[in-house]
């Protein structure tokens, strides 16, 4: 039935839909049932706490951050080059998206990537010449690849192979990419995509700090399955309305409210080691704090991430530190001091074993299992909440799964923080290891509730409220 629903549907609401769908990591007709089971009062919604009003906003899509009406890159030129990986099938539907967004979108294609997909399928999404030779006489009757370099506003290389970030990283211009990499004045950036091991050599580390020093900004690689069977790790090409939120945060020239501010954020959970081998943790999987990360930084912040050890990659335009342990992510956040902001997420380990072995710790035959002795462990929002070196705004946040309110206001007052962000993280909630999350805003002034959300949508209100809260501070 929802199939059908959506064949019915005019194109501007398929448009709203499919970009609600992908926002919440939905297909299509997911989506689609879960809001037709909402109106029809069988099951909760995905906005049902919002309202009726702001959930038919939603499905129009004329309205909040990630809709289609209002995107920061409209009216501008990406000029996409996609090289020669299985990924390139992804930078079809990357067309797709940014240009249902306003974007003119212009395409080079390396020899490589036309191996994988057409150029006529390219030509047909992106609804113009695809460009590929460096030695066409009639593009290049007047220097084709100065102008198409001249001419974007931003360029994106989607997928940007190993070989090709070698390319860049060493000035080469041996075809129609390079050339107009090498001519182009305007921001650049690179989706990585390649085998795990590919991504891990030294040689692309090291052409990728180059680039990076150059300028180049990244999105990705994210961590998964890999196209090659059996093979698994960090080098999955971001998937597209990734790459279109850091093109539109590129091509975003509006005052950024947070420009000058330092920031520090937790992520992730820590891991307490028992033994070798074994290791105290829990469900966190990361994805709220490094969402904050990055709404952070798309407001101007310069934000230092502590994470601890997540299946994730780092949000682009922040500086990432990587720890294991409490004690670590505790050194860590009071290193980034002095900042102006910090806010706290890590679902950090309350105790450790006061002494973890050195060798595995066997069973013994008959034997009864072996005594943990446990000390507890640096509360690190309690530090940075009473550090001589405080910072203006501290928020912290509080996984509980009773008394969710009660505990946050508690947790306030006791760790000295400004806000406390509190959640349900009991199994019926799902935020511990989802994707989406209902949070509760607690401070001396009251408490705020707000609906369930996507998690890159609770970061980016949060950001938001941040913003306006030193907005307020500086006319006081």
């Known amino acids: 039935m929802a199939s059908i629903t959506i064949r019915n549907l005019d194109e501007a609401a398929k448009r709203a839909l499919r970009e609600r769908a992908a926002r919440n990591g939905r297909s299509m007709e997911e989506e689609a049932r879960l809001l037709l089971a909402a109106d029809a009062g069988l099951a909760p919604g995905p906005d049902a706490d919002t309202g009726t009003g702001q959930r038919n906003a939603a499905v129009r899509g004329d309205s909040g951050p990630d809709g289609l009406a209002g995107f920061a890159g409209a009216g501008k030129t990406v000029l996409l080059i996609l090289c ?281 035959p008959g034997g009864e299992p072996p005594m943990l002795r446990m000390t507890e462990n640096p509360d690190i929002l309690h530090g940075i909440g009473h550090h001589p070196a405080r910072p203006a705004l501290v928020v912290g946040f509080a996984a509980e799964t009773n008394d969710v309110i009660d505990n946050a206001k508690a947790k306030l007052a006791r760790k000295g923080a400004d806000w406390i962000v509190a959640n349900d993280v009991s199994a019926e909630g799902g935020a511990m290891g989802g994707v989406r999350n209902t949070v509760h805003l607690v401070s001396t002034e009251g408490v705020e509730d707000w609906p369930d959300l996507p998690k890159d949508e609770v970061a980016r209100r949060l950001a938001r409220r941040v913003a306006e809260w030193f907005a307020r501070r500086e006319k006081a």
């Not at 994988?116 to 009757?141: N, P, Y």
């Not at 891990?200 to 990076?212: K, S």
């Not at 891991?271 to 930084?297: F, K, M, T």
């Open 84 to 364: 020669g990986g299985v990924a390139a099938y992804k930078s079809l539907d990357l067309i797709r998206r940014l240009r249902e967004r306003g974007v003119t979108v212009r395409c080079v294609m390396t020899a490589a990537a036309r191996q994988f997909v057409t150029e006529m399928a390219v030509g047909a999404i992106c609804g113009g010449t695809v460009f590929h030779d460096l030695w066409d006489r009639q593009a290049e009757h007047d220097i084709g690849h100065i102008r198409l370099a001249r001419e974007a506003d931003l360029i994106v290389i989607a997928p940007a192979t190993a070989d090709f970030l070698a390319k860049m990283a060493n000035g080469l211009a041996d075809d129609l990419a390079s050339a107009v990499l090498l001519a182009a004045r305007r921001p650049v950036l690179a989706a990585p995509a390649m085998n795990p091991a590919m991504w891990a050599n030294p040689a692309t580390q090291r052409n990728v700090r180059r680039l990076a020093d150059d300028g180049v900004h990244f999105v990705g690689p994210e961590r998964g399955e890999m196209a090659e069977s059996g093979e698994a790790g960090l080098g999955r090409m971001a998937e597209p309305m990734a790459i279109v939120a850091r093109v539109g945060a590129l091509l975003d020239t509006r005052p950024r409210p947070l420009s000058g501010r330092k920031a520090l954020v937790t992520s992730g959970p820590t891991h307490e080691p028992i033994d070798p081998v074994r290791y105290i943790a829990n469900r966190s999987s990361g994805r709220q704090g490094h969402a904050i990360a990055a709404a952070l930084a798309e407001l101007g912040a310069e934000v230092t991430l502590v994470s601890g050890p997540v299946g994730i990659a780092d949000p682009s335009g922040v500086t990432a530190v990587h720890v294991e342990t409490a004690r670590q992510m505790q050194a860590a956040a009071e290193a980034a001091l002095p900042v102006d902001l910090a806010v706290m997420v890590a679902a950090v380990a309350d105790w450790r074993t006061a002494d973890s072995a050195e060798c595995k710790i066997k069973k013994q």
